[in-house]
């Protein structure tokens, strides 16, 4: 009876048929738990990573698109001037310029009734916008410079060239002038044109790094769920083999009651 008494206090420490040790098994499973959650805190920790340069990213694409649209702002405010300019233009070569004739020789060489139409000024007025086609185009409109010039007749004055010389002087700043703005104009609309194309591959990179890293985010990710999910299988797995030993161990341990059970009735039985 006393060899029976031994076997039933070992038992619980290992197991008689698999020889599996029960505080080897439960000190495996908490350093199993135990890794587990540290890789749960750095996954958390690299995603925490990962969203906050996403926006830091967001916030620098924000800021291009916004220096963008001001970029386009400047340069419609631009190709406006630069329309208004041209439409200037159109319309002072459309129209000539108002030509002062010299009133005092005027009045004194012609009589007081025939003050209203002058044949000088008639002439002159019918060869001005020869004379400022030739100022704007001088190598198209020099035969027609030359063709509008008409005789003075025999009671004209003799001050009409000086008056042509100070129109034409006038004339010929203003168009200086204009194409001097005109020029400046262009300069700044491809000085605003190249800023705008800087602006826009810079917005392209962004937009490509920010597509990068969400597509590294996300695979990083996965990548991690799928390490967790592996990781979580192998916990089922070893706790369904554990419990399975524990199936094993309780029927081994069932097993010992009958057997002790029975040696006990049969000790009992011949005393």
């Given amino acids: 009876m006393a060899p029976a008494a031994t076997t039933t206090a070992a038992a619980p420490a290992c197991c008689p048929s698999c020889g599996f040790d029960i505080g080897a098994g439960n000190s495996s499973s908490s350093t199993s738990d135990a890794a587990q959650q540290e890789d749960l805190l750095a996954a958390q920790a690299r995603i925490q990573e990962l969203e906050s340069h996403v926006r830091q990213l967001n916030q620098k694409a924000t800021a291009a698109v916004e220096r963008w649209a001001g970029y386009e702002a400047e340069l419609a405010k631009?190709?406006?001037?630069?329309?208004?300019?041209?439409?200037?233009?159109?319309?002072?070569?459309?129209?000539?310029?108002?030509?002062?004739?010299?009133?005092?020789?005027?009045?004194?060489?012609?009589?007081?009734?025939?003050?209203?139409?002058?044949?000088?000024r008639t002439s002159f007025l019918q060869s001005a916008p020869g004379r400022l086609s030739a100022l704007l185009y001088p190598r198209k409109s020099t035969p027609n410079l030359r063709g509008g010039d008409v005789t003075p007749g025999p009671g004209s004055p003799t001050t009409a060239t000086p008056t042509s010389g100070g129109t034409t002087t006038t004339v010929a700043s203003t168009t200086e002038?204009?194409?001097?703005?005109?020029?400046?104009?262009?300069?700044?609309?491809?000085?605003?044109?190249?800023?705008?194309?800087?602006?826009?591959?810079?917005?392209?990179?962004?937009?490509?790094?920010?597509?990068?890293?969400?597509?590294?985010?996300?695979?990083?990710?996965?990548?991690?769920?799928?390490?967790?999910?592996?990781?979580?299988?192998?916990?089922?797995?070893?706790?369904?083999?554990?419990?399975?030993?524990?199936?094993?161990?309780?029927?081994?341990?069932?097993?010992?009651?009958?057997?002790?059970?029975?040696?006990?009735?049969?000790?009992d039985g011949p005393s």
Wanted: positive net charge; aromatic residues 0%.
């Fill in 78 to 120: 631009l190709r406006s001037q630069q329309q208004r300019q041209q439409q200037q233009q159109q319309q002072q070569r459309a129209t000539p310029a108002p030509l002062a004739l010299p009133g005092p020789a005027t009045t004194s060489a012609s009589p007081p009734g025939a003050a209203v139409v002058s044949p000088t």
């Fill in 177 to 267: 002038g204009l194409l001097e703005a005109l020029t400046r104009e262009q300069a700044l609309r491809r000085e605003a044109e190249g800023r705008l194309s800087a602006t826009s591959r810079e917005v392209e990179e962004l937009s490509v790094s920010l597509f990068e890293q969400a597509n590294e985010m996300v695979a990083e990710e996965r990548r991690a769920r799928a390490r967790l999910e592996e990781r979580v299988g192998e916990l089922e797995r070893r706790d369904a083999e554990k419990r399975r030993r524990l199936e094993r161990l309780e029927g081994a341990m069932g097993r010992i009651e009958r057997v002790r059970n029975l040696l006990q009735e049969s000790g």
